[in-house]
């Protein structure tokens, strides 16, 4: 798909920079950690404001742009999975507030949040409510003036030292209904948690909600809403986890081109064999087909004002949103174990690019909804129409 000569240069520059500068400093860091300096460096270099309007310090006129964010996220995952990680989080762990935040609210937390000084998180998953989100039993009782929290999330990326949270508790027992959005201030009173160490190193912990105070200014659109916010935020999301896909997958493919083309065995390079051929060139097809699909979601969404004739939505946004997701972050998981496998053992040292990419594949055909859950929003979009 094509890109303009702007969005090109977004691309390229963004590697560039990944690779000089922010690899460099993530690699000298503990793994796995909330990493504050190079999210801050990430925020200098312009980067998150390629997520954000005018208004709170981005570059677009229009709320956000979905393209921009997949290419970000797909040239940062060529280069480091972890500096690709922190990026997606200052966007989902935002995204609600500014999608749904009083004005004051936005202003308090935006503009930080696009400098890289304000470190988000985006608090939706229970010990007991992962795939079926709305059964989640986190509680906020109205209180005069605000709501008290109890209860508590895991598996939050970001958590527990992000500086504020979008926290989705029950206001009522009126299933996904009853579920209301709260910007959380890191650091509350009442607000505790401690990190998990996870197959692929990534900053993720539980938090502990004891009797945390919000005021009313800081639910996130109306008390019963905070299911419809979760979603809009996936609807946007969800393709630029495909991104993530497509850039670790290509990162593979180059590796295994590369390797392929100089690893002599039976009397020439592995290249030269079809059968190494073939698979290389399957693998291609699969990182191109993902990356149609990934940027043909982001497309849509970027022209979510577009109506048919009938004054109708003109593309189903989360249909487009899940096939994406699904089909990118499947090819990738493929992908990447074929090129593990045309490394060879080489290819499973600990630290080499195919160990840590055959490991960094694993999560996303699990979280913002697993594979299945995609087939399942998929199958209801095409029986629904
Ligand atoms: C690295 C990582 C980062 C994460 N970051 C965040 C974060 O920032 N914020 C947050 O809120 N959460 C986060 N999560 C949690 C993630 O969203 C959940 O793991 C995900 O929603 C799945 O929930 P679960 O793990 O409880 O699996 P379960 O819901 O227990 O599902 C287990 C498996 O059952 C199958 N399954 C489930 N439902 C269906 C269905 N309807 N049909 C068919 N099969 C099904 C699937 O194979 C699924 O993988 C993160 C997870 C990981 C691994």
Redesign the pocket.
């Known amino acids: 798909m094509l890109l303009s000569a702007e969005e090109s240069t977004l691309y390229d520059n963004t590697r560039e920079i990944c690779r000089t500068v922010l690899g460099p400093m993530v690699e000298q860091s503990p793994h796995g950690e909330l990493n504050r300096p190079v999210i801050r460096e990430m925020g200098a270099a312009g980067l998150i404001a390629r997520l954000f309007p005018k208004s709170i310090g981005g570059v677009h006129d229009s709320e956000v742009s979905a393209i921009d964010l997949c290419l970000l996220r797909e040239a940062l995952a060529r280069e480091n999975t972890a500096v690709e990680t922190a990026l997606a989080m200052q966007g989902?762990g935002s995204y609600p507030i500014l999608q749904s935040g009083t004005p004051m609210i936005v202003d308090r937390w935006m503009p930080g949040v696009c400098a890289g000084s304000v470190i988000p998180?985006?608090?939706?998953?229970e010990s007991t409510a992962?795939?079926?989100a709305a059964a989640m039993s986190l509680r906020a009782e109205a209180v005069p003036g605000g709501y008290r929290i109890n209860g508590s999330k895991t598996?939050?990326?970001n958590a527990p030292d992000a500086d504020v949270y979008t926290v989705f508790a029950r206001t009522s027992d009126d299933g996904a209904r009853g579920i209301t959005a709260f910007c959380v201030a890191g650091g509350t009173e009442g607000l505790s948690g401690r990190a998990i160490d996870?197959l692929s190193p990534?900053p993720?912990g539980e938090l502990t909600f004891d009797d945390v105070f919000v005021t009313d200014d800081e639910v996130l659109g109306v008390a019963g809403g905070g299911f419809k916010v979760a979603m809009q935020t996936l609807d946007l999301f969800r393709p630029s986890v495909g991104a993530f896909a497509v850039g670790m997958a290509q990162a593979a493919l180059d590796a295994t081109i590369a390797h392929t083309s100089q690893r002599q065995a039976f009397g020439g390079p592995l290249a030269d064999l079809q059968a190494v051929a073939h698979k290389v060139a399957s693998m291609a097809v699969s990182v191109h087909t993902a990356r149609l699909s990934v940027r043909e979601a982001a497309r849509a969404y970027d022209r979510r004002g577009l109506r048919s004739d009938d004054g109708s939505p003109a593309e189903d946004l989360t249909l487009l949103s899940s096939m994406a997701k699904l089909h990118a972050t499947e090819a990738a998981q493929l992908v990447i174990d074929a090129a593990v496998q045309l490394h060879g053992a080489a290819g499973l040292q600990r630290d080499h690019l195919m160990e840590r990419l055959y490991r960094d594949v694993r999560?996303p055909r699990?979280?913002?909804?697993?594979s299945?859950?995609q087939l399942?929003i998929i199958s209801r979009a095409l029986y629904r129409s």
Not at 121 to 125: C, E, P, R, V, Y
Not at 366 to 370: D, F, K, L, S, V
């Open positions: 989902l998180a985006f608090a939706m998953t992962g795939s079926d598996w939050i990326s996870m990534h993720i999560a699990i979280y913002e909804g697993a299945e859950v399942t």
